[in-house]
């Protein structure tokens, strides 16, 4: 069965860091694309960054440019999200999920299977 399943997620404050977590199972992480949404209160559901091949991701964001950075490891079946100088905007439920190809607007429809999501509260 596929599977997607985020962690990493928690309450922190202005400036600090978190490193989210999707681990994979049911399918090779190698034959899709998969990246990271977000969707904060009242808003939504926005690509952040998507893995187009293990060597070429999208970037979707502006706001989180120079701050967040995605990685992988095939090995593993396992992408990441590596979060840094977190704002109170921040704030969201972030999802994993896989697809056929990254949108290159960053829309939802392209991808077919996603986790339960894990939510990031970055207090003031």
């Known amino acids: 069965q596929v599977q997607l399943v985020e962690s990493g997620g928690g309450l922190v404050p202005a400036g600090g860091s978190l490193r989210l977590s999707c681990v994979a199972s049911g399918f090779t992480l190698d034959n899709y694309a998969i990246g990271w949404f977000r969707q904060a209160p009242g808003k939504k559901r926005e690509g952040v960054s998507c893995f187009r091949s293990s060597d070429d991701s999208l970037d979707y964001l502006d706001s989180v440019k120079g701050r967040f950075a995605i990685s992988r490891d095939n090995a593993k079946n396992t992408m990441y999200l590596q979060m840094n100088s977190l704002k109170p905007e921040d704030t969201a439920v972030y999802y994993c999920?896989?697809?056929?190809?990254?949108?290159?607007?960053?829309?939802?429809?392209?991808?077919?299977?996603w986790g339960k999501g894990t939510l990031v509260t970055v207090s003031s």
């Open positions: 999920a896989k697809g056929g190809y990254c949108s290159g607007s960053g829309s939802l429809g392209e991808m077919d299977a």
